[in-house]
Each structure stands twice: as structure tokens, then as C-alpha cells.
């Protein structure tokens, strides 16, 4: 009743002892025996509380590890939820084309352990661009399971997979899978249109409750869907690009034919003086070089996609820049500008494609004395390293800083009122088609050089 069993043993003995002090006639030692009595009821009872404090302090201490343990539980799944966003926004940025997305779909399924994920897109608009058995919906199928998401007011679904509205789940997946994320994706460049829906399920029926926060999820989702619809439109307008520039090419090139036929008929001319005829001559095959470079620009988009082999043959790259200089020098010979050639042989021979090199020599030649002022000097070494043939193209001026990092970049240009920013990109295009590479050095007043290496052939010495 009093709780230890001494304390008890105790209270019986005083409680006799004050009867035996009473019957004795002996009340002081009856009073002391009454007042002890009392004391060890207090301390009993003092002794039960402390008792029921510290039962109530273990509980709560208990409490507190477990609330402690489940947050640092919660603190770091959250740690390892934002790591996996944070990979899965890396993949999202690393995507560059299309055909890659297949894969990257697969890659989130995997980083975020999912049963599936699945991405439907807008038929009209992504279709053309997609992989062949990427899935797509018409529009309005598209608009139609939208809004069987959002007629609940959210702008997702969340919930078990057997309650999911619309038809993007099929009877068996239902079953099959126990929850899911449903987020119809909106085309952030087309208002009222969307770009496709997404579907995020796992067989954990738990997973995906209709309470939880989508946020992150949403989130993550719309920046995939900006980075495919983007992708989408730069190869539209890319494609678009192609087409007018084949249109505009063919359209060049037939009265082009046209043109050449007059030279020709003016060499065969029996009453020209010599002189003429060179210069007809010169009309010629300035003609048929304008005719191989339109043909080389219908190749350009082969060689961006790794698709053109070029037909090397035995050139001499010394010839070859002097016709240049012969065929597009005039306006910086007039300004007393020259071309200085110091080849380690005479002549110097590679091996490339003709009008490929033509071009990529041509273009850095132009880009130098464009870059130098009048009475300087463009230089070009030729030169002869073990695996190598190296050109190097210089001037007197610096590269300006704000181009530097772009140099070689499709469509930088800096300064120039009617530069196309095409011709270093070309080039050094040109160059790695033949298994080579162009480099540039730049800065601290020194001028610039622009190194062409093409790989060395054994058939040469």
C-alpha cells in the first residue's frame, strides 16, 4: 500500500507501538510514536510522487527520442529527396536533343525508384520532332485528359491509381500500380494549349497520398516540359532555316550555269587577244569556284551531324592560299595589305578535300586581314610536326575579350556591320571533318593566331 516494503514494515511497528505506550499509560512515548508514524506517511507519499514525476519524465524523455529520431528521420529523406531533384534538374539541363529523351524519362524512373514514369506530348507539335514510337495525343485528347485532372481544383492528381480521372491509365496499370502523380503540362509559349501529360506511379499504394505536397514534383515537371518544347522549337526553326537556305542555294545555282557558259564561249572566241582570255579565263573559274562553294553549303548541315566523309586528295596548301590572295585580295591590296607565306617546303603538301580546304583557308585569311589595319601583314607558316600538318594564320590585332570565348561559336560575330559569324565556325567544322582542329592564341598586344592542324597522311613524306 505504501509502496517498499521496509516503509510498510515500519508504519506496522510504529502503529503498535504507539497501542502498547497508550495501554501502558505512557502518552509521551504514544505522542513520539504517532509523530514518526506521520513523518513516514509523508515521506511515502513524498516518495510515491517522486516516483510518478519520474514515470512521467521517462515517458516524455521517451517521447522526445522518438519525435527526435522521427525528424532526423524526415530531415533526411528530405536531404536525399533534394539531392535526387537536384540530379534529376541536372538531366533535364543536359538534354540537347530529342531523341535523348527517351532515355532521360528511363534515368528519372531510376533516380527516384519509380514503377514508371511516362510523358505524352502534344502530337502537332512535338510529334515531327519525337522519336518513332514516342507516345502522342492529338490536342484536344490532350485538352480533354487536362481537364479531367483539373476539374478537382488542383492542378495535379494525387491518390491511388484505381481513383485516377482519365483515361492516361489503362485498366490493368490500375492494378497494377498502388499510387500516382498526374500532372497535365502547360505550354508556357502557347497560351490555352498544353504540351503533354505526365504520369509518376509506384506499386506502394502509400506513396503518392492525396494530402501530400507536389510542389517539388510540379516543379521539377515544368522545367522539363519548358526544356522540351524548346528543343522542339529550335529544330523546327532550325529545319525551317535548312529549307530556305536549299531553296535559296538552288535558286542560285541555275543562273549561275547560265553565267558560266559566257566565258567559255568568250575562251573559245577565235578574235580575243590573250590577255582577254585570261581574264576570261579568271571569270571562269572564279564561276565554277562560286559553284563548288554552293555546292560545299548544301554539305555544311552533313558535316554538323557528323554524317559527311570527306575525298581527301594530295593539295598544296601554299598554291592554294596564294589563290586566294589572287582571287579575293583586291580590296586589301589597294589598302597595301599583303599576304606573307613561309612555308618549311615548297611545295607544301596535305592531303584534304579541295573546296573544303579552299573554304577553311579562305575564311581564316578574310577573318585576319578583316582584323588588320591598312599597310599590315597577314602571315601563314606552314609546318611539318610528327602526326601533323599545321597552318598557322596570323595578325597584328588582339581578338577583343567580349568575342574571345565565342570565336568558333555558330553566329558570334563582334564588329563587323555585315558578318555572318560563320567563318571561324566553319572552319574549324572543316577541319574536324578531315580528323584535324583549329585553335586560337590571342592577348596581351602579341596579335593573334589562328593553328589549323590536319592529320599527317602516310602516303607523304
Not at 532526423?72 to 540537347?96: A, D, I, K, N, T
Not at 502534344?122 to 480533354?144: K, N, Q, S, T, Y
Not at 489503362?170 to 492494378?175: A, F, L, N, Q, T
Request: glycine share 8%; charged share 30%; with cysteine.
Amino acid at each position: 500500500m505504501h509502496g517498499h516494503p521496509l516503509v510498510s514494515g515500519l508504519l506496522g511497528q510504529l502503529e503498535a507501538l504507539e497501542r502498547s505506550a497508550r495501554q501502558a499509560g505512557v502518552p509521551l512515548l504514544a505522542g513520539q510514536a504517532e509523530a514518526l508514524r506521520q513523518t513516514a506517511l509523508a515521506l511515502a507519499a513524498e516518495r510515491a510522487g517522486l516516483d510518478d514525476s519520474r514515470a512521467q519524465a521517462v515517458a516524455k524523455a521517451r517521447f522526445l527520442e522518438r519525435a527526435i529520431e522521427e525528424n532526423r528521420r524526415r530531415y533526411e529523406e528530405s536531404l536525399r529527396s533534394f539531392e535526387r531533384f537536384r540530379q534529376g534538374f541536372g538531366l533535364v539541363e543536359s538534354l540537347r536533343d530529342l531523341g535523348e529523351l527517351p532515355a532521360l524519362l528511363e534515368s528519372v524512373r531510376g533516380l527516384f525508384r519509380l514503377a514508371a514514369v511516362r510523358l505524352v506530348l502534344d502530337e502537332e507539335e512535338f510529334g515531327p520532332c519525337l522519336p518513332a514510337d514516342f507516345p502522342v495525343l492529338p490536342a484536344r485528347e490532350l485538352a480533354r485528359e487536362a481537364q479531367a485532372v483539373r476539374a478537382s481544383g488542383r492542378r495535379s492528381y494525387v491518390g491511388p491509381c484505381s481513383a485516377a480521372p482519365g483515361a492516361t491509365l489503362g485498366r490493368s496499370e490500375r492494378k497494377r500500380w498502388g499510387s500516382c502523380f498526374l500532372y497535365p503540362l502547360e505550354d508556357r509559349f502557347r497560351e490555352g494549349r498544353w504540351a503533354g501529360m505526365l504520369l509518376v506511379a509506384d506499386v506502394n499504394p502509400g506513396r503518392y497520398l492525396p494530402d501530400m505536397a507536389t510542389d517539388y514534383m510540379e516543379h521539377f515537371f515544368d522545367s522539363l516540359a519548358a526544356a522540351v518544347t524548346h528543343l522542339a522549337d529550335r529544330r523546327k526553326n532550325e529545319e525551317m532555316r535548312e529549307d530556305v537556305e536549299r531553296m535559296a542555294r538552288h535558286d542560285l545555282k541555275s543562273p549561275l550555269s547560265a553565267v558560266l557558259t559566257l566565258p567559255q564561249f568568250l575562251i573559245e572566241a577565235e578574235n580575243l587577244t590573250e590577255r582577254q582570255r585570261d581574264m576570261a579565263r579568271l571569270m571562269l573559274e572564279a564561276g565554277r569556284r562560286m559553284q563548288s562553294l554552293i555546292t560545299l553549303s548544301l554539305s555544311l548541315y552533313r558535316m554538323e551531324r557528323g554524317e559527311y566523309a570527306p575525298e581527301p586528295v594530295a593539295l598544296d596548301l601554299a598554291a592554294l592560299a596564294r589563290a586566294v590572295w589572287e582571287e579575293c585580295g583586291g580590296p586589301w591590296r589597294s589598302a597595301r595589305m599583303r599576304l606573307e607565306i613561309e612555308a618549311q617546303e615548297d611545295p607544301f603538301v596535305v592531303q584534304g578535300e579541295e573546296i573544303l580546304c579552299y573554304a577553311l583557308f579562305s575564311n581564316l585569311i578574310k577573318n585576319a586581314l578583316e582584323a588588320s589595319s591598312p599597310g599590315d601583314a597577314v602571315t601563314l607558316r606552314l609546318l611539318r610536326e610528327p602526326d601533323w600538318d599545321v597552318a598557322e594564320v596570323g595578325n597584328r590585332g588582339d581578338v577583343p575579350e567580349q568575342v574571345r570565348a565565342s570565336f568558333f561559336r555558330k553566329y558570334a560575330t563582334f564588329g563587323k556591320q555585315s558578318g555572318t559569324g560563320l567563318g571561324t565556325y566553319t572552319a574549324r567544322l572543316i577541319a574536324r571533318t578531315h580528323g584535324g582542329d583549329v585553335e586560337m592564341e590571342t592577348g596581351q598586344g602579341q596579335g593573334t593566331v589562328v593553328r589549323v592542324r590536319l592529320p599527317r597522311s602516310s602516303d607523304l613524306p
